[in-house]
């Protein structure tokens, strides 16, 4: 499905349905808008390990502009500010109310500076191994030269400088790399997550050359009033558990969870517990599938 919204096209899907029967009445189900990291990946990130929150609530997964099956535009119309406002269109376009939003890595960032943009727009917020500053890298850094080999550590600026060449590049760096990501290193599980999105190198190296060195929402996240679950991860090396720990600290009305086995992903490696963790933020009861 297809939205052209703020002069572009983009995908969005849609799990779960919005009313369902409960006797006499059709009830009414929360929606949870799920963006996901990057820049360059695309909303099969969270496939299929979100969609058993679908029995309880709606969930909208869009692919951000410029990435996945979305519309290939101008990078430098793909600042975090245009992000957020693609996901305020989409939500007015699609005739919801107020939602949740689970912003994960990179996605964070967008969901972040949405809610400093769109406070009203917003139930609540949940903010998945993601940070608050440009100061992320130089924590990933630091963790990294604890795990990394050498030949790793010498190849990880090329990413998240935005000095990727081509999509050969791209390939070697995340066949060397993605295993970083993983605190248990599952290679079916590495292989189907890391070959299922849509590449975009253009927006990759754009973002992370030119947008994420400006990137520090810390001065806003005082204001917000919003509920707002923050996971971390134990074994995250991009966003450390560092990361995770200055949002709550500086966003008021939040909870902090904290994953203890999994890397970059908690919603993968401890799938359950996760989304048992969500549920409970959210309010809604309800067994596992």
């Given at each position: 499905?297809f ?112 809610a ?26 630091e ?8 030949e ?127 549920l ?10």
């Amino acid at each position: 499905m297809f939205a052209s919204i703020n002069g572009t096209r983009l995908y969005f899907d849609i799990e779960g349905s919005a009313y369902v029967p409960q006797g006499e009445k059709m009830v009414k189900r929360p929606v949870l808008f799920a963006i996901h990291g990057g820049p360059g990946s695309d909303h099969s990130d969270f496939k299929p390990w979100l969609t058993p929150l679908a029995d309880h609530m709606q969930i909208v997964y869009l692919d951000q502009r410029c990435n996945g099956q979305s519309e290939r535009v101008d990078p430098a119309t793909c600042t975090l500010e245009q992000l957020a406002d693609d996901i305020e269109a989409l939500r007015v376009y699609l005739g919801f109310d107020r939602i949740n939003l689970l912003g994960h890595s990179f996605g964070g960032f967008v969901s972040q500076v949405f809610a400093s943009r769109y406070p009203d727009s917003l139930d609540k917020l949940l903010l998945v191994d993601t940070a608050p500053s440009k100061e992320f890298y130089p924590a990933a850094l630091e963790f990294a030269s604890h795990i990394a080999t050498p030949e790793q550590m010498a190849m990880i600026p090329e990413l998240f400088e935005g000095r990727i060449e081509d999509e050969e590049h791209a390939i070697r760096w995340w066949d060397l790399n993605y295993d970083l990501y993983f605190h248990v290193k599952d290679e079916k599980i590495m292989r189907e997550t890391g070959n299922r999105p849509i590449g975009s190198m253009e927006v990759a190296n754009y973002t992370f050359k030119h947008l994420i060195p400006q990137y520090d929402v810390r001065d806003k996240l005082p204001a917000f009033t919003m509920p707002t679950l923050i996971v971390g991860a134990k074994y995250d090396w991009i966003t450390p558990v560092s990361q995770a720990e200055e949002m709550h600290r500086l966003i008021p009305n939040s909870e902090l969870v904290i994953f203890e086995h999994s890397g970059h992903s908690p919603y993968v490696e401890e799938n359950e517990a996760f989304l048992k963790r969500v549920l409970a933020f959210l309010n809604i009861e309800g067994e596992q599938q």
